[in-house]
Each structure stands twice: as structure tokens, then as C-alpha cells.
């Protein structure tokens, strides 16, 4: 049986959605973890307390925006130095404006790439900088999408992103994999999350694109990403290394 005993995991976009069940997993599996989110500690703290009586673990949270390089990487410290090392990192936060293309400002674009790729490169890179120094190896994970390598109309800017995420993870994964870390996606499909609550809940689309893309008959939700998080994480997928693993309900097993 897989499990995380004895190891330390930093979770960002934390509190709540995908992030929060790859956190319940890490925890569930042995993990202390660090949720980081990002103005959103009322609920952070909650769901560590939550986390704490239901595992017995020690999980804690931090507010810091990883879109800025220098908030980021002083995250990433500090959780190491909360939880007295770091092995594992799901690198999760996102975003999701749904944008028609001509209409997607400046700001909208920047807040995108900001929070979608430059995060996973500024938290990425702190983390193997510690992993390495600390001569044990490690994991690291990346939410992309199967928008990495397809579109969809009013999420040009978001597909772009995760598209630069996935890419980013391949290469950390040719340098980083002679210090024993390994660096792989999780590619979710749709996911009913907070982030698109309102699409989700509209019958009319949902029900047809269902029907006409996902084989497993329903949308997805965020335990579903719960054994893709363990798996990755642990020791024995020491050898899977620059992967994808879509949790998508057969979607990108399609034409």
C-alpha cells in the first residue's frame, strides 16, 4: 500500500478545490503539509484544523501571492522551514478568467501567466534548490490541464499558460532527475471547483458536452485528482519522471 509516513509536502492554491484535496491526500498518506493560498485564511485555517483532528498530522498555511518571484520563494522557505525540510510539492494555484480572446486586457493576461506559469517556475525552482541541498531527492508536481495541449474558446489565455506549464515540467525533469527528483503533471479535465461553480451548474451545456466528450458519464471533482497526488508523491514512482497523468474521465482519449 502506498503511503507518505515521515515525509514533508507544500501545497499551493490550498485552501480549497483541487489543491485542498491533493493537501487531504498528502495528509491522509502520512504527509505534513503546508497549505499555501492566498488571501483566504479564514478558510486555510479551517480546513487545517480540519486536516489536524482527521489525520493527526501537522498542517499549517501560509498567505502568500506565488505570482510574485520574491513572495514565492520566501513561501517556499518558510514552509521548509516550518515543516523542517521539504519532499514533496504540488504546485496547483490557478486561475481561470473566462475571457473571449479580443477581449482579454493586458492585466487579464499578466494575471495568468503570473499565477499559472511564472508560480510553477519561481516555486519550482525554490523547491529543487532545497531538495537538492538537502541531498534526498524529492517530488514535484504540476496542475496543468488537458487545455495544455488544446484550446477552448474564452480560455486562450488560460490554455497558453498551462500549455507553458507543461513544457516547463519536462525540463525541469531532464536536469533535476540525476538529484532523484522527479517532476510530473497531473492533467485534470473538467472539474466542477469553485473556479467555474457557474459553468458547471449550467444543465444546458453540461449535460451535452458530457454526453458528447467524458466516457465516465459525469463531471469531474476534486477527489478524483486524490490518487494521481498519492502515486506521483511516493517512493514508488521514483522511476516516473516528465509524465502526464490525465484524470479527465476519457476526454483526451478522443479525436
Not at 234 to 251: F, I
Request: aromatic share 6%; proline share 2%; net charge neutral.
Amino acid at each position: 500500500m502506498l503511503h507518505l509516513h515521515g515525509t514533508r509536502g507544500l501545497v499551493t492554491g490550498g485552501s480549497r478545490g483541487l489543491g485542498l484535496a491533493g493537501a487531504e491526500m498528502l495528509a491522509e498518506a502520512g504527509c505534513d503539509v503546508v497549505l499555501n493560498h492566498f488571501e483566504d485564511s479564514s478558510r486555510a485555517q479551517k480546513e487545517c484544523d480540519r486536516l489536524k483532528a482527521a489525520t493527526g498530522r501537522k498542517i499549517s498555511h501560509i498567505d502568500a501571492d506565488v505570482g510574485n518571484s520574491s513572495t514565492a520563494r520566501k513561501m517556499v522557505q518558510r514552509a521548509t522551514d516550518i515543516l523542517g525540510g521539504l519532499d514533496i510539492v504540488f504546485s496547483n494555484a490557478g486561475i481561470c478568467l473566462f475571457t473571449p480572446f479580443l477581449e482579454i486586457d493586458d492585466k487579464n493576461w499578466q494575471r495568468h501567466m503570473d499565477t499559472n506559469l511564472n508560480a510553477g517556475f519561481y516555486v519550482g525552482q525554490t523547491a529543487a534548490k532545497i531538495m537538492i541541498d538537502a541531498g534526498k531527492g524529492g517530488r514535484i508536481l504540476f496542475t496543468t490541464s488537458v487545455s495544455a495541449s488544446r484550446s477552448n474558446a474564452t480560455q486562450t489565455h488560460y490554455s497558453a499558460t498551462k500549455g507553458g506549464l507543461h513544457v516547463l515540467a519536462l525540463g525541469m525533469a531532464i536536469e533535476l532527475g540525476k538529484y532523484g527528483i522527479t517532476v510530473n503533471c497531473i492533467a485534470p479535465g473538467w472539474m466542477h471547483t469553485d473556479i467555474n461553480d457557474a459553468q458547471s451548474r449550467d444543465e444546458k451545456t453540461v449535460k451535452p458536452w458530457i454526453q458528447s466528450h467524458v466516457s465516465a458519464g459525469r463531471l469531474g471533482k476534486p477527489n478524483d485528482l486524490k490518487g494521481a497526488v498519492l502515486f506521483l508523491s511516493s517512493k514508488e514512482a521514483e522511476y516516473v519522471n516528465g509524465a502526464t497523468l490525465h484524470v479527465d474521465g476519457g476526454w483526451s482519449a478522443q479525436l
